[in-house]
């Protein structure tokens, strides 16, 4: 039986169910809703020593990032520089790699976002968290420089508080493999108690649809 087609130029409420028993219309991705800022979990595990990515992340060390494991039901697991009571001036960093997902829209919104502070005491000179970012060129190498546009930002405090990174996204599209980089630095020359910066959550933020 030939079908007909009905055009009807008013608002329809429907307070039953729908059946349709042709085929539904099909959408491209680029006309769906943008969603903005949705988060992408950086699992602590897949960190690596930064310039031994064959690593995983053991225990802080030299200019290495670590992982406490918090103690079941009570903590959990988090990234941290470790003690660095009258340390002096220490740097310490990790890495991970992050590929912008299917769903990302091209040039748009790509933020990295730590949730950081200090355990049991604040250092007495400074704490910070530093963020670098390159894109693959597909040949082993990086291509360009350093996307992240924000500094330095402290996390001297036992308050733990996000702190937000842009990443300049000309050029980034769906599938761009992203070398990041988190650095935690931290001067402190005196104090007796432990002064261990920690990084509780890190998540990636991207405008995406679907």
């Known amino acids: 039986m030939a079908t007909e087609t009905i055009r009807l130029p008013v608002n329809i409420i429907v307070e039953g169910n729908l059946a349709v028993m042709g085929d539904l219309p099909a959408y491209a991705r680029s006309q769906l809703i943008q969603d903005d800022f949705q988060a992408f979990p950086l699992d602590h595990q897949l960190f690596r020593v930064w310039d031994a990515f064959l690593t995983s992340l053991g225990t802080a060390a030299a200019d290495d990032l670590g992982i406490a494991t918090g103690v079941f039901a009570t903590g959990l697991p988090y990234i ?13 960093y990790g ?8 769903n990302y829209v091209a040039g748009q919104t ?7 502070g200090m355990l049991t005491t604040v250092a007495d000179t400074s704490c910070t968290v530093d963020c670098e970012v390159y ?12 996307l ?12 733990f508080a996000e702190k937000t990174f842009d990443v300049t996204a000309t050029g ?4 761009d493999v992203l070398d990041i980089r ?17 990084l509780a959550h890190v998540e990636m933020q991207l405008d995406v649809k679907g």
């Open 172 to 175: 980034l599209a769906a599938g």
């Open 80 to 92: 941290t520089a470790g003690d660095l009571k009258a340390a002096g001036a220490t740097t310490r």
């Open 148 to 159: 992240v546009a924000t500094a330095a930002t402290t996390i001297n405090s036992l308050t």
């Open 95 to 102: 890495r991970i790699a992050f590929t912008l997902p299917h």
């Open 110 to 116: 790509v933020r990295l976002r730590v949730s950081a």
């Open 135 to 146: 894109k693959s060129a597909r040949n082993t190498l990086k291509t360009g420089s350093d």
């Open 182 to 198: 988190v650095a935690v630095a931290c001067t402190d020359a005196a104090t007796v108690t432990a002064v261990t910066p920690a």
